[in-house]
């Protein structure tokens, strides 16, 4: 086995791109492009958080198979697909890679509105995952191959928006056709367009490494050999990148559980309708989410001191605001009260976004930079997602259970998805129900101390070369 030998960074910039250190019209219309290409990328996962009601109701499903279409169905696959992805990154153009992942991902999105079971649902959902694996390593490295460490906190922030810009946009366009045209529609509506911006992505870009071929002394990440197990054996053998890992894990399980439940939550506790709990959700994801996220990255850039402690701190910082916002939007008695306080905590939940992702990208060798994101992506995922909304639903159920009238029966048998229930079974079944969810979610608000105590310890023990 050969190993790799680190050199110090200097810059990443490509002299056909910049010379100095400085932002140039060619690297934003690069980053808006990849900005875009992500933004398909969530808005077809994030779809899934104003439509899941009605595909309950229509399909009759419990909160445990709404957690695991969420959760394992396309997080397990999506994880698992992430590292393979990557290799190809490394090793293969890198803008045709993504615009061929972007047309799949979106038509596979299309097809969602053609299923006509949960069973088919799931397996849909799963090639969504394997196809939006090879999204988050290839962006990543091209942003890293663009700016220099200092720039790519906030760099990586601005390609962090795409999902609150994203999360604005899919529950208002989901709720809005859902209502009018059916659940059906809105995967069409969101997975169209996708396959038009492949086809533009693939057609006005070129991979920074061809310009690099075509330049001499320039220091972007020309692709060298591969050696799979050194660079895992690197990355499972470094303090930092596991520190990061393992908090990233942590904080990914009870986020993307609050944020896959909270529109449920909505329509249930205050019997808002789908449009009324797509603009809380809009607010949050949107506005709360592009503040957090440009908030995040401005901060770890401007208080990264010598080591970078602060790509830790911001995040650290950020589970705890959310945790203690969450716990208090699940719990007050108006949907006003709980949507500002939804909104707070979208916006500390997504202090992280960009510097979780810098300090990666920083941390490892340059001809790695997409392994690094794409093994990071095994936590957020595989180990996040995967067990987060599963973990939610399934609570959600048995407190559920619980609350449900014994003299009326079982819970599970006779609520399923409530569409066949009148008068005072219906009632009861929705009050179980919302109390239930409700129950699930403010404990999984509690759980945010993980991640707070792991970015802590993180930021404790990182050291991050940014010069």
Same mark, same amino acid.
């Given at each position: 086995m050969t190993s790799h030998t680190v050199e110090p960074e200097k810059s990443e910039v490509n002299p056909d791109i910049s010379t100095i250190n400085g932002w140039t019209v060619k690297k934003i219309m690069v980053l808006m492009m990849l900005m875009l290409i992500m933004m398909s990328n969530y808005l077809d996962r994030l779809i899934m958080t104003i439509l899941q009601e009605p595909i309950k109701q229509d399909l009759g499903m419990s909160d445990l198979q709404l957690g695991l279409i969420v959760g394992p169905a396309f997080g397990l696959l999506y994880g698992l697909s992430t590292i393979p992805m990557a290799r190809l990154a490394e090793r293969f153009d890198r803008i045709t890679l993504l615009g061929a992942f972007a047309a799949i991902w979106s038509s596979l999105t299309v097809l969602c509105g053609a299923v006509g079971s949960y069973a088919q649902l799931v397996i849909v959902r799963m090639g969504v995952g394997i196809s939006e694996a090879g999204a988050q390593p290839a962006c990543h490295s091209?942003?890293?191959?663009?700016?220099?460490?200092?720039?790519?906190? &906030?760099?990586?922030?601005?390609?962090?928006? =795409?999902?609150?810009?994203? +999360?604005?946009?899919?529950?208002? =366009?989901?709720? !809005?056709?859902?209502? $009018?045209?059916? /659940?059906?529609?809105?995967? $069409?509506?969101?997975?169209?367009?996708?396959?038009?911006?492949?086809? &533009?992505?693939?057609? *006005?870009? %070129?991979?920074?490494?061809?310009?690099?071929?075509?330049?001499?002394?320039?220091?972007?990440?020309?692709?060298?050999?591969?050696?799979?197990?050194?660079? &895992?054996? /690197?990355?499972?053998?470094? %303090?930092?990148?596991?520190?990061?890992?393992? #908090?990233?894990?942590? =904080?990914?399980?009870?986020?993307?559980?609050?944020?896959?439940?909270?529109? *449920?939550?909505?329509?249930r506790k205050f019997e808002l309708s789908l449009q009324e709990a797509a603009i809380v959700l809009s607010t949050g994801l949107g506005f709360g989410? $592009?503040?957090?996220?440009?908030?995040? +990255?401005?901060?770890?850039?401007?208080? *990264?001191?010598?080591?970078?402690?602060?790509?830790?701190?911001?995040?650290?910082?950020?589970?705890?605001?959310?945790?203690?916002? !969450?716990?208090?939007?699940?719990?007050?008695?108006?949907?006003?009260?709980?949507?500002?306080? $939804?909104?707070? #905590?979208?916006?500390? *939940?997504?202090?992280?976004?960009?510097?979780?992702?810098?300090?990666?990208?920083?941390?490892?060798p340059a001809h790695m930079r997409a392994t690094g994101i794409a093994v990071l992506m095994l936590a957020i995922t595989l180990v996040g997602t995967s067990l987060g909304p599963p973990l939610v639903g399934v609570l959600s159920d048995w407190a559920a259970s619980d609350a449900f009238p014994a003299a009326l029966g079982d819970y599970a048998e006779i609520c399923h998805g409530g569409s066949d229930l009148a008068g005072e079974l219906k009632q009861a079944c929705t009050r179980a129900s919302s109390n239930g969810l409700q129950s699930a979610l403010r404990f999984n608000a509690v759980l945010y101390v993980l991640p707070v105590s792991l970015f802590l310890v993180a930021a404790k023990f990182i050291r991050l070369k940014l010069d």
């Open positions: 091209l942003v890293a191959d663009t700016f220099p460490p200092r720039q790519r906190g &906030l760099a990586t922030a601005l390609l962090g928006m =795409a999902m609150p810009l994203a +999360g604005f946009l899919a529950p208002l =366009a989901g709720a !809005y056709i859902a209502d $009018v045209y059916g /659940w059906r529609w809105a995967f $069409v509506c969101v997975g169209a367009p996708g396959i038009v911006l492949a086809i &533009l992505f693939r057609l *006005s870009n %070129k991979d920074p490494r061809k310009q690099a071929n075509a330049s001499s002394g320039t220091n972007a990440s020309t692709p060298v050999k591969p050696n799979f197990l050194a660079d &895992l054996k /690197w990355l499972f053998t470094n %303090k930092g990148f596991m520190l990061i890992f393992i #908090a990233s894990a942590s =904080a990914s399980m009870v986020m993307t559980s609050a944020l896959m439940f909270t529109a *449920s939550f909505f329509l989410g $592009v503040i957090g996220t440009l908030l995040g +990255g401005w901060l770890a850039d401007r208080f *990264s001191g010598a080591h970078g402690q602060s790509y830790m701190l911001v995040p650290c910082l950020g589970a705890l605001g959310g945790g203690v916002s !969450y716990f208090i939007a699940y719990g007050v008695e108006t949907w006003a009260v709980a949507g500002i306080f $939804v909104v707070i #905590a979208s916006i500390f *939940s997504s202090l992280k976004n960009g510097p979780n992702f810098a300090s990666v990208q920083t941390l490892v």
